[in-house]
């Protein structure tokens, strides 16, 4: 069974600039979540989509990030414009039950 | 609120010896569930083990264990004859049914390097 897809790997931009970072979650999975990880830290929920609504959006910074999970599969999360203090790693999960989340490998981003 | 502290920032071994994580959580939830992760230098978080609060049975699974206390809310993780493959951040992390829409609450993790 295939993991939890996301690219790119790396993204290097410029302050101002927009990013996009896209994620297809295991075949099956409703849930899907991003996360930030800032380096020496755990991972913080963004948001979490049930099928294509997105159910808890609370830690997402609204006036530069937003996201999308139209068709209930893949999600692509954007930041526009980037900030220098947005460099981090940033993961995508998804889960079929809710308890047990498997995460993709990330997108490593600096923003410069 | 829910909380998870990872006391040890880093640990350091040689190779065979064992090793264990700790872990002490705060909830006010009755049921919950507790994760081991386990992040190598490639980035991706790997599922350890999940424990369900009312399950206070220890599990081992190879040369890992796990010892859940309700008591004392910990949730410790051993390494039994590390090795250098074992090197990775791992991170424990505590997930709750109740208000908060069921959200996964992590610790800073504990950096394990294993020497051979």
């Known amino acids: 069974e295939a993991g939890v897809v996301q690219s790119p790997r790396y993204k290097i931009i410029e302050k101002k600039q927009p990013v996009a970072f896209w994620c297809n979650p295991i075949?099956?999975?409703?849930?899907l979540y991003w996360y930030l990880q800032n380096l020496g830290q755990g991972p913080e929920l963004l948001i979490r989509y049930e099928n294509e609504e997105a159910v808890d959006d609370s830690q997402l910074p609204k006036d530069r990030f937003s996201a999308e999970r139209l068709k209930g599969v893949d999600s692509t999360l954007k930041i526009q414009p980037a900030e220098l203090g947005d460099s981090a790693v940033y993961l995508c999960a998804s889960s079929g039950r809710m308890e047990t989340q498997y995460f993709g490998p990330g997108t490593r981003l600096l923003v410069l | 609120a829910q909380k998870v502290t990872q006391a040890q920032t880093e640990i350091s071994v040689v190779e065979k010896e064992d090793v264990t994580l700790d872990c002490v959580y705060e909830?006010?939830?009755?049921?919950?569930?507790l994760f081991w992760y386990k992040q190598p230098p490639s980035g991706e978080l790997v599922f350890l083990i999940r424990r369900n609060s009312f399950d206070e049975q220890n599990e081992i699974s190879g040369r890992y264990s796990w010892n859940f206390q309700k008591s004392t809310s910990s949730f410790n993780f051993t390494i039994t004859a590390s090795q250098v493959v074992d090197s990775a951040v791992y991170f424990c992390a505590l997930f709750d049914r109740g208000s908060t829409l069921g959200r996964l609450y992590f610790g800073r993790g504990t950096q394990l390097t294993v020497w051979p």
């Open positions: 075949s099956g999975h409703n849930t």
């Open positions: 909830t006010r939830d009755t049921t919950y569930y």
